[in-house]
């Protein structure tokens, strides 16, 4: 059966009666969005791999208990998931462990000077959110080889075998899709400093 037709409310249905080879049918539909959103946010890649799996595993057990009700926001709901996920990793990694000086290693090497404020957050948060926008205004052949080479980081070599075309059309697409962020950049005044 044909499940790639099929949509996010068919594909869960079909998982969820017992037709297994549609469950990979939906991760694949989703996976660049999620794992280019986790990537994002922790900035390592075998972290990043870890949450995503992590991600799917609890998108399965919760379809297989029957706790999701469709309501036609199927990646909104596996996107709270990841974010979810995303924070439970960083508040496991703040716990603070006791660290002391010594000749060889100096505490006061590792603290920033200056902490970050609220505002900065605010202001950073709303440059990459307007990014993100901009970057769903590219054409589609052009968003994915930005997507996959910043928030996958993938090599032009695997790019170009994902997408199935050259290396110099998958180098010429990321060109095209800089020069277009560019341009939409200054058109709305927008500078990334951070």
């Known amino acids: 059966m044909d499940y790639s037709k099929f949509s996010d409310k068919e594909l869960i249905e079909s998982y969820v009666t017992g037709k297994e080879a549609a469950l990979p049918?939906?991760?694949?539909?989703?996976?660049?969005?999620?794992?280019?959103?986790?990537?994002?946010?922790?900035?390592?890649?075998e972290v990043a791999d870890d949450i995503f799996q992590d991600t799917f595993m609890k998108v399965i057990k919760k379809l297989k208990e029957g706790s999701y009700y469709e309501d036609g926001k199927f990646i909104q709901w596996v996107m709270r998931i990841a974010h979810n996920l995303i924070i439970d990793h960083f508040r496991r990694e703040s716990k603070v462990t006791m660290l002391r000086s010594t000749d060889e290693y100096d505490i006061f090497n590792q603290i920033p000077l200056f902490d970050k404020n609220a505002e900065d957050d605010i202001i950073r948060d709303q440059t990459h959110h307007k990014l993100r926008q901009m970057i769903q205004l590219l054409p589609a052949s052009q968003r994915e080889v930005l997507t996959m080479r910043h928030y996958q980081q993938m090599s032009f070599k695997e790019i170009s075998e994902e997408t199935g075309v050259s290396i110099n059309t998958a180098l010429g697409r990321m060109r095209y899709a800089l020069i277009n962020l560019r341009r939409m950049m200054e058109e709305q005044n927008i500078t990334l400093s951070i």
């Open 25 to 45: 049918v939906i991760i694949q539909r989703y996976q660049s969005r999620v794992y280019g959103y986790i990537q994002v946010a922790v900035k390592d890649r």
